[in-house]
């Protein structure tokens, strides 16, 4: 299944300054029975953003109005926990197309550069100055560069680099996951199938 191609992205954000959100945290146990990647954003935070009775907490960020975009700051140490790979559907599903954090756990790493999701690790003193500058004024707006590997507050021009794996960058860039990578390589696949006997 193809994803969104990720180039640049200029977007507003939405602040989570949390440290060490879970994959529970991020979509509970109770609702991984579905099998297709649909229908997981809304229950993304599910028991952080209702209450009992499913109506909203107004004090949780994703139901503050003041707050949107493609992209989710949130505190370090971000997905950690169990592997489930429906904690990057969920963010996927809801919306969001990157996320910065000053510590990413690797299988929520992996399992978000699997599907679309570009995850920016910057430094601690960069993810602050971005929290400072959303809430100072929450039409912020941040662009993450791709191909040059760069995240940039656009009012003050500040940037900073991110690592990312090179098949992962390239699979995002053209809006690939493992399958669609191998699809691509299919004419060269072949062509090298002749050359071997049978």
Same mark, same amino acid.
């Given at each position: 299944m193809a994803y969104d191609k990720f180039t640049v992205l200029r977007s507003t *954000?939405?602040?989570m300054p949390i440290e060490n959100v879970d994959t529970d945290q991020i979509i509970p146990a109770r609702f991984l029975k579905a099998t297709e990647r649909? @229908?997981?954003?809304?229950n993304l935070f599910r028991d952080w953003r209702y209450n009992n009775d499913d109506t909203p907490k107004s004090d949780f960020v994703l139901n503050n109005p003041t707050y949107s975009g493609k992209i989710l700051v949130g505190g370090k140490n971000f997905g950690?926990?169990?592997?489930?790979?429906h904690a990057a559907w969920a963010i996927?599903? /809801? @919306?969001?197309?990157?996320v910065v954090s000053s510590f990413f756990a690797d299988i929520f790493r992996g399992n978000a550069l699997n599907i679309g999701i570009l995850p920016v690790q910057v430094s601690s003193e960069f993810l602050e100055k #971005?929290? *400072?500058?959303?809430?100072?004024?929450?039409?912020t707006? $941040?662009?993450?560069n791709l191909p040059e590997q760069t995240i940039t507050l656009l009012a003050t021009g500040e940037s900073e680099s991110f690592n990312i %794996? @090179? /098949?992962?960058? %390239?699979? $995002? #860039?053209?809006g690939y996951d493992d399958i669609d990578y191998l699809l691509s390589m299919k004419n060269e696949i072949e062509?090298? *199938?002749d050359t071997r006997p049978f």
């Open positions: *954000a939405v602040p649909k @229908g997981f954003g809304d950690s926990g169990s592997s489930r790979e996927y599903d /809801y @919306g969001f197309r990157c #971005i929290f *400072a500058a959303i809430e100072a004024d929450p039409n707006e $941040l662009e993450v %794996n @090179g /098949y992962k960058k %390239n699979n $995002l #860039i053209n062509a090298f *199938a």
